[in-house]
């Protein structure tokens, strides 16, 4: 089974055929899997099944989804982006529950795909993994570099003018994203270039250890206000001394010379 196809043989198959390491949860329309080869601590993977009307064709990448029936095609993201919603909140909690926080959780498709059919990373925000080896590993998943297509921009290409569309899915090639790839290493928190992965990688850990303590760290405790109560006793005690001292003050004459 050649690992370039091993997707669309995912979203061929009848969900509950795939063995609990791989499939991850199942809906009407789409399969999330495990991603093989995480790039971060949380790594998913979002599959339309393949189901009359839809072809393996169709399915390919997504500028074969997006070339053809357009309402077709938003259909398709519209369901990926539902099922994205729930798997983000599974995320969530296992976030809570292995680490005590939470942190932001990316979803996007990559601008060349390396394996045919159409799939969504879900990914959780620090790109802390084993798995991540290479420059081209790391830059595919930069949140800022281009190559990774964030959801809602995807879904905004729907609602604007068909030009616009239309020029969208012409830049969907090898040639306009794979040069992203080369591009030096950047730290997508601060900037900081690296010289090679592993400085990269130590340096990514570091910038999720922090982030780790400042949601960990305590709240400052706040000043406590004074309640209705007490806010009248004070402005009743002072009326009342104020009102002594007058009270006391000598009077003084009054009148023409």
């Not at 053809?68 to 729930?86: C, F, Y």
């Not at 599974?90 to 795909?113: A, C, L, S």
């Given at each position: 089974?050649?690992?370039l196809?091993?997707?669309?043989?995912?979203?061929?198959?009848a969900?509950?055929t795939?063995?609990?390491?791989?499939?991850?949860?199942?809906?009407?329309?789409?399969?999330t899997?495990?991603?093989?080869?995480?790039?971060?601590?949380?790594?998913?993977?979002?599959?339309?099944?393949?189901?009359?009307?839809?072809?393996?064709?169709?399915?390919?990448?997504?500028?074969?989804?997006?070339k053809?029936?357009?309402?077709?095609?938003k259909?398709?993201?519209?369901?990926?982006a539902?099922d994205?919603?729930?798997?983000?909140?599974e995320?969530?909690?296992?976030?809570?529950?292995?680490?005590?926080f939470?942190?932001?959780?990316?979803?996007?498709?990559?601008?060349?795909?390396?394996?045919?059919?159409l799939?969504?990373?879900?990914?959780?925000?620090?790109?802390?993994?084993?798995?991540?080896?290479?420059?081209?590993?790391y830059?595919?998943?930069?949140?800022?570099?281009?190559?990774?297509?964030?959801?809602?921009?995807?879904?905004?290409?729907f609602?604007?003018?068909s030009?616009?569309?239309?020029?969208?899915?012409?830049?969907?090639?090898?040639?306009?994203?794979?040069?992203?790839?080369?591009?030096?290493l950047?730290?997508f928190h601060?900037?900081?270039?690296?010289?090679n992965?592993?400085?990269?990688?130590?340096?990514?850990?570091?910038?999720?250890?922090?982030?780790?303590?400042?949601?960990?760290?305590?709240?400052?405790?706040?000043?406590?206000a004074?309640?209705?109560?007490?806010?009248?006793?004070n402005?009743?005690?002072?009326?009342?001394?104020?009102?002594?001292?007058?009270?006391?003050?000598?009077?003084t004459?009054?009148?023409?010379?």
């Amino acid at each position: 089974m050649s690992n370039l196809t091993i997707l669309r043989t995912y979203a061929q198959k009848a969900p509950e055929t795939l063995p609990p390491s791989i499939l991850f949860k199942q809906s009407a329309k789409n399969i999330t899997i495990f991603d093989g080869y995480p790039k971060s601590i949380f790594h998913f993977l979002i599959l339309p099944r393949i189901q009359e009307p839809l072809t393996a064709d169709t399915l390919r990448s997504l500028p074969s989804l997006l070339k053809g029936d357009k309402e077709q095609a938003k259909s398709v993201i519209d369901a990926i982006a539902e099922d994205a919603k729930a798997v983000k909140k599974e995320i969530q909690e296992e976030m809570v529950e292995r680490y005590g926080f939470k942190w932001d959780i990316w979803t996007g498709f990559h601008g060349v795909p390396s394996m045919e059919h159409l799939h969504l990373h879900v990914l959780s925000a620090d790109l802390c993994s084993e798995r991540m080896k290479n420059k081209k590993h790391y830059n595919s998943f930069h949140p800022k570099l281009g190559f990774f297509l964030h959801l809602n921009d995807v879904l905004s290409w729907f609602d604007a003018e068909s030009s616009y569309f239309s020029n969208q899915i012409k830049n969907l090639k090898p040639s306009n994203y794979e040069p992203i790839l080369k591009e030096p290493l950047a730290c997508f928190h601060c900037r900081s270039e690296m010289k090679n992965i592993p400085s990269l990688k130590a340096h990514l850990q570091e910038e999720w250890d922090k982030l780790e303590r400042r949601a960990k760290r305590p709240a400052p405790r706040k000043r406590k206000a004074p309640n209705a109560e007490s806010q009248a006793d004070n402005t009743e005690a002072t009326g009342s001394k104020r009102a002594k001292s007058e009270a006391e003050e000598p009077e003084t004459a009054s009148g023409t010379i």
